[in-house]
Every structure is written in structure tokens, then in C-alpha cells.
């Protein structure tokens, strides 16, 4: 009879346990691991994507930049010397944004635009062939210019969320979210910079295209302005 009652007893202990769970739920297989969104509510996999698409924005703007300067430097017969200048750009790519590789960049775009110029002011009346070639530069450059002005604000959203992201981010995920930072940063800083270089050469290619007749975009004087 005794050992009835304690048989009794435990069944009844382990139905009682097996209701709680299920009143109370299973715990969340996302806390276990740290979730997987960003304070704010914005998930890890969004961050990486967003990553994504603003290198690849970056480096579309990029190569707006070196089709310009190639087609500056055709238009004066310097294309070889402005090619291997931006041998270095053009071997940008999503794994190598860093600072020291877009400072390395952008130094040879200057010295490639350098090139340019001093065979410009050395050319008084340019070719009809070199005018067009100057006008299809131009409009590379404007559109760079564009690309890099509306992701100005983009990088600079993506930066904020990465660096909120950080604090609630679990282990298995702490290291991509600071890579997206990182890049992030990076590109915030770098963009301002990249448009100094790129108006100041647009700047003077307008200054050439008035002074020779040379067709200029209609959105360039805008951008120089900021517009």
C-alpha cells in the first residue's frame, strides 16, 4: 500500500512538471544563442546584405571614376599612362575595402587626373575627336559623383545600426557585425574624400569644356553645388 502512494505521488509530480512547460512554453531558440537581430530590430542578415549592395554601390561609383580619367586620357593621348595609374582601383573589390586600400586608390586617381590636366592646359584647341571624348568623360563623372552622393546617407545609416548592433549581437555573431561596422566606417569616411577629388576634377574639365565648346552634362554644375 505504501509503495502505491509513492507511486501515485510521483506520477502526479511529473504530470504537474509537464503541464508547466507546456503553460510556460518552450524558451526561445533565439535567446540561446544571443537573437539574431540588432537593437532596433534590424536581423544580422540584413546587415550583411545591406553591407553588400553598398560596397557594390561603392564600387560601381568607382568605376564611374576610372571610365572618366580613361576617357580624359584618351582624349589627350595619355591612356596608357592614366591605365596604369588605375591599375590600383580597379583592383578594388568587396574583400579589400579598407582604409589604407581606398587611400591608395584615391591617390592614384589624383595622379592619373594630374597626368590629364597638364596635357590639358597644354592642348589650346582640342580635336572634335578629343571633345567628344571629354563629353562621354564628364558624364562618367557626374554619375560617379551621383552614385557617391545618394550613398553618402546609406553608409552613414548602415554605420549607426552595425555600431548598435554590437552590444546585443550573440557570439556566434559578434565577429561578422563588427566586420560590417568596420566596412561601414569605412566608407563613411572615405566618401567625403573621394567627392573633393572627383568635383575638384569635374570642376576643371567644365572649366576646359566652356573655354572649347565641349558639351557638359546638365546635371554637372548642379553637383558641384551640392544639388
Excluded: W
Excluded at 560596397?55 to 576617357?71: G, R
Excluded at 572627383?198 to 551640392?226: F, V, W
Amino acid at each position: 500500500m505504501h509503495k502505491k502512494v509513492l507511486l501515485l505521488i510521483g506520477v502526479c509530480f511529473i504530470f504537474l512538471s509537464t503541464s508547466s512547460v507546456f503553460a510556460g512554453g518552450f524558451p526561445d531558440l533565439g535567446s540561446l544563442t544571443g537573437g539574431s537581430k540588432s537593437q532596433g530590430g534590424v536581423s544580422v542578415s540584413n546587415l550583411s546584405s545591406s553591407k553588400t549592395n553598398a560596397v557594390t554601390a561603392y564600387l560601381a561609383a568607382t568605376q564611374e571614376l576610372t571610365q572618366s580619367l580613361e576617357k580624359a586620357g584618351e582624349a589627350f593621348g595619355v591612356k596608357k599612362e592614366v591605365l596604369e595609374k588605375l591599375a590600383v582601383v580597379n583592383s578594388l573589390k568587396e574583400g579589400n575595402i579598407n582604409s589604407n586600400e581606398l587611400d591608395k586608390a584615391r591617390k592614384a586617381s589624383e595622379e592619373a587626373s594630374q597626368i590629364i590636366k597638364q596635357k590639358m592646359d597644354e592642348t589650346k584647341t582640342p580635336s572634335v575627336e578629343s571633345k567628344k571624348l571629354m563629353a562621354q568623360s564628364m558624364i562618367h563623372l557626374a554619375s560617379g559623383i551621383q552614385k557617391e552622393t545618394e550613398l553618402a546617407g546609406t553608409v552613414q545609416n548602415l554605420s549607426s545600426q552595425a555600431q548598435g548592433a554590437i552590444s546585443s549581437a550573440s557570439p556566434m555573431e559578434i565577429m561578422k557585425v563588427k566586420d560590417i561596422a568596420s566596412t561601414a566606417l569605412t566608407l563613411v569616411k572615405a566618401i567625403p574624400n573621394d567627392l573633393g577629388l572627383t568635383k575638384n576634377i569635374l570642376s576643371s574639365y567644365i572649366q576646359y569644356a566652356k573655354a572649347n565648346n565641349i558639351q557638359i552634362p546638365g546635371n554637372a554644375t548642379g553637383l558641384l553645388k551640392g544639388e
